[in-house]
């Protein structure tokens, strides 16, 4: 079993819908927790940290469920500009160790 | 005034040879990292270091070896270079965990360094 699991899609959706991507991961002594973006051909960048309390940036919004070791990412109201991979990610051994999930394709059409 | 910069961009180079990647950060972070991303575009975590120290060795071959000369820099040589060695190679550097917000741990990548090893 990985230790960060996503579902890869793709996610086709049209431009203004509400998709939401999910994450499992494995090790419980998991300390943080985010999701980056990754265009094609281009290096990964943060989107935003996962908080127990839940947290929201705009038309995104992730969750945290540490008892079932779960993380959510939905974005609502999808713009073009959206498409791209979102990776989850988990650390720990005090932040050192970075685990990527594989990733989970999104494309938004017009 | 790039973040977090690597050379070269691309590397295309024969199996067998050795060749060397740099990695040089400006934020004043004190860990640094290498990943591999291949051609399933997974990442994969290889090195971290804290402060010029190893901390994290991902059971990698030995063929890799990173060097860091200061907390600034993070370089990775590898020798005799296999086929399966070519992907995407990213560095990163991030401040330590502790406190909240963005900082608590970002992670912030070089552009990457595409090897193709024929």
């Known amino acids: 079993r990985k230790e960060v699991e996503q579902d890869p899609g793709p996610f086709n959706v049209p431009e203004g819908a509400t998709v939401a991507f999910n994450c499992t991961y494995s090790?419980?002594?998991?300390?943080?927790f985010f999701w980056y973006r990754q265009d094609c051909r281009k290096e990964p960048k943060l989107l935003m940290s996962?908080?127990?309390s839940g947290n929201e940036d705009g038309r995104f919004t992730a969750q945290l469920n540490r008892a079932s070791q779960y993380i959510s990412l939905l974005i609502r109201d999808s713009k073009l500009s959206d498409s791209a991979t979102y990776l989850c990610?988990?650390?720990?051994?005090?932040?050192?160790?970075?685990?990527f999930g594989a990733g989970t394709r999104l494309f938004v059409k017009a | 005034d790039t973040a977090v910069s690597q050379t070269p961009k691309y590397l295309v180079t024969q199996m067998g040879n050795d060749k060397s990647i740099k990695c040089e950060q400006n934020?004043?972070?004190?860990?640094m990292y290498w990943y591999k991303q291949d051609s399933k575009k997974f990442l994969k975590i290889m090195f971290s270091y804290n402060n010029k120290e190893l901390i994290i060795n991902e059971t990698v071959p030995n063929r890799f070896s990173p060097k860091s000369p200061d907390k600034a820099h993070l370089n990775l040589h590898i020798n005799s270079l296999e086929l399966g060695d070519s992907a995407v190679y990213f560095c990163a550097s991030s401040l330590p965990m502790g406190g909240q917000g963005r900082e608590n741990g970002e992670q912030f990548f070089g552009p990457g360094t595409r090897l193709t090893v024929l």
């Open positions: 996962v908080y127990s």
């Open positions: 090790n419980s002594a998991s300390q943080s």
């Open positions: 934020l004043g972070h004190d860990t």
């Open positions: 990610v988990v650390k720990y051994t005090g932040g050192f160790k970075t685990i």
